[in-house]
């Protein structure tokens, strides 16, 4: 979706090294979402947003941190990474007065 | 641990033939959703189903709710070969929160 927008979209870092994903929409919503997919175990919920400043922990938020300093952005950081954390990451958004959530394209990230 | 789990993990069917996906969930939900994910891209959003609902329909879908036995299908009638991609059931909590767990999926292939 166009109107979720990832980047990088694709990246390779070594161990240890901080990385950051970033996430930007043009949607208006004000709540904004990380997930990690691995083969075969679906989607799993890093952390989430629901304002500006708002941050709240998912199902595996150990290992990252996020960033909401505007409506518009939510920035995943890895301060340290490690080859565990190599998969495929997906932004997402949704509203108040709806439950769809929109997807950004992913970043897929290799950790060497 | 995930709060859906689709079954069968992976469907191999024929152009033309109906298509059958199961979720189950563990606690109580204020709606069901249901996604699509073509290999390896974001996920889209394919229909929403309210606790309070039984039955939707949205074109060649059909999306069932049981939430006595916490539990979901997906029907895909007359499938066609741009049918192949992976289907997610996510599940909203109550509360006003949007927040969604998202099941492993089912990977459906549609032969021509």
């Known amino acids: 979706d166009a109107d979720v927008t990832q980047t990088p979209r694709n990246r390779i870092t070594k161990t240890g090294k901080r990385i950051m994903l970033e996430c930007s929409q043009t949607?208006?919503?004000?709540?904004m979402y990380w997930y990690r997919q691995d083969p075969g175990l679906g989607l799993r919920l890093i952390y989430y947003?629901?304002?500006?400043?708002?941050?709240n922990k998912g199902e595996i938020s150990d290992g990252y941190s996020v960033s909401r300093q505007a409506q518009a952005k939510f920035s995943l950081s890895l301060e340290s990474a490690i080859p565990n954390q190599t998969a495929l990451y997906f932004c997402?958004?949704?509203?108040?007065?709806?439950?769809?959530?929109?997807f950004g394209q992913g970043t897929r990230l290799t950790v060497v | 641990s995930q709060q859906g789990e689709e079954d069968p993990q992976a469907l191999s069917i024929q152009e033309g033939e109906n298509a059958t996906m199961n979720c189950s969930y563990k606690?109580?939900?204020?709606?069901l959703q249901w996604y699509r994910q073509n290999s390896g891209r974001g996920l889209v959003h394919l229909i929403l189903?309210?606790?309070?609902?039984r039955e939707k329909h949205s074109g060649r879908l059909r999306v069932t709710l049981d939430t006595s036995k916490k539990s979901s299908s997906l029907l895909i009638t007359a499938s066609r070969a741009a049918d192949t991609a992976s289907y997610f059931c996510?599940?909203?909590?109550?509360?006003?929160?949007?927040?969604?767990?998202f099941g492993a999926g089912t990977r459906l292939a549609v032969h021509p």
């Open positions: 606690t109580s939900i204020n709606n």
């Open positions: 996510a599940t909203g909590f109550s509360g006003g929160y949007n927040k969604l767990i």
């Open positions: 997402a958004t949704s509203d108040q007065g709806s439950a769809q959530a929109f």
């Open positions: 949607k208006g919503h004000d709540r």
């Open positions: 189903i309210r606790s309070n609902e």
């Open positions: 947003s629901f304002d500006v400043k708002d941050i």
